[in-house]
Structure formats: C-alpha cells, structure tokens
C-alpha cells in the first residue's frame, strides 16, 4: 500500500518550454502532497507544500510563478516548470501524506522522481 | 527551526559486518524521526519511523533505529549488512502537527566484498 507514482520519469526539453510532472498516490487519498527539487548528490530541499483544492505555499525562494502546483484532487498534484532554463535542470521528487481515515497520516510516501534535462 | 545533521557523507562497510548510520536533530518538542533510503535514480523508501513509545523502532530490511533524546540522535543500526544495502541513506525530522520534514545531507554506504 501507499504507493505514489510520477510521470514521467525522465524529461527532456529545450530552454523556454514548459513541462508539467504528475504526482499520483494509487491507492490512497492524499490531502497534501509535498515537492521537493534534489540536486546530484545533494539532500532534498523542500519546494512546496500543496493541499488538495487550496493554493500551493512555497518555501522561501521557491519563485510561484515559475514551478506552478494544482492539487485539483486527492490522488493528483502537478508541478509545472514555466519557461525552464538549464538552472532548472535536476531531480523532482513529491511525497503524499495519507488523508486522515486512510492509514497512518504522519508518514510521506514518495514517489520514484523525475528527471528534467533542459538543453 | 528543526534541523538534522548526518555527520559522515559516507561510510564503507564489508559485506556481513554491521552497520551504524549516525543522525543528530535540534527540535524543540518531541520530533517525528524518519530513516529513508535512495537507491542512485530512484525516490526514497521508508525503513523507518518514531513518533513515541518505545526508543528502540524496528524497520524493513533489517534495520533499526535508537532514540536517545539525551543525545538528540536517532542512529541506525543493522547487525549484518548485504551488498544490496548499498545506497543514500537520508535521517529527517517532523514536527508535531506535521506539515514537512526537513532532511540531513545524506550519508552513502558503499559495501565492500
């Protein structure tokens, strides 16, 4: 149980397009799911925090406006790059807390990450 | 502020020997203290977890972990260690009412044959 997948694992992409990462938990109800941005070799640094139909809060630094969180569900937050530069280049990994009634709800479960490469 | 310090980026270890990973916190209250572990390219697993109760939590794959609030540290143990133990091990503190973990450096085990 408290599976969370991504997609895509790996993405591509020129500089100035944008690319959208999915973050899903399978087989549970997440009412806050968690983005975390790692560089190689690095710890995880907390991006933001995004609850399930409420807006996103975003660690100090995090620039709103280029990574965009939608939690439009309670299995689906989506983390979307705006007009990605090389600098934009790293590991994304988000985590899902279950919601309350489905199991332990002080535990994050996180998915596999994506790989973004902006040429 | 929570913060957590893993104190060695990396640590060898011969296959069959055991193995201790070293976790310091500063919290205030009493934390929420996780072990999470990455293999190269993936996302992190949990192994481990203490909320309250008794100091001495027991994981997946063998592993365990020690609470000594005296000494702020919540280490991680595991008496016989296997080459597929191999990878980034990351110690992270929670705070009560638990909205985000912050999380150590990291240390890399690497076992030797």
């Known amino acids: 149980g408290a599976v969370v997948s991504q997609h895509p694992s790996r993405v591509i992409c020129k500089s100035g397009t944008s690319v959208k990462i999915e973050c899903r938990s399978l087989d549970f109800q997440a009412t806050t799911m968690f983005w975390y941005r790692q560089f190689p070799k690095q710890s995880l640094m907390l991006m933001a925090t995004?609850?399930?139909?409420?807006?996103?809060?975003?660690e100090q630094g995090v620039e709103k406006d280029k990574f965009l969180i939608n939690h439009a569900s309670l299995t689906l937050s989506t983390l979307t790059v705006t007009s990605a530069h090389p600098e934009d280049s790293s590991f994304y990994i988000c985590s899902a807390r279950v919601a309350s009634g489905f199991g332990d709800t002080d535990t994050q479960y996180f998915g596999p990450g994506t790989r973004l490469t902006v040429l | 502020a929570q913060s957590v310090t893993q104190p060695d980026i990396h640590i060898t270890v011969s296959e069959g020997a055991s193995l201790e990973l070293r976790c310091n916190y500063s919290?205030?209250?009493?934390?929420?203290l996780f072990w999470y572990v990455q293999s190269p390219g993936q996302g992190l697993q949990l192994l481990l977890k203490y909320f309250s109760g008794d100091t001495l939590v027991q994981g997946i794959k063998g592993f365990e972990a020690e609470f000594k609030r005296s000494q702020s540290s919540f280490n991680l143990r595991k008496p016989s260690v296997h080459w597929s133990d191999a990878a980034e091990y990351f110690c992270a503190v929670g705070s009560t009412g638990f909205q985000k973990l912050v999380f150590g450096t990291g240390t890399r085990l690497l076992v030797s044959p």
């Open positions: 995004s609850n399930e139909g409420s807006k996103a809060t975003y």
């Open positions: 919290y205030g209250a009493t934390p929420y």
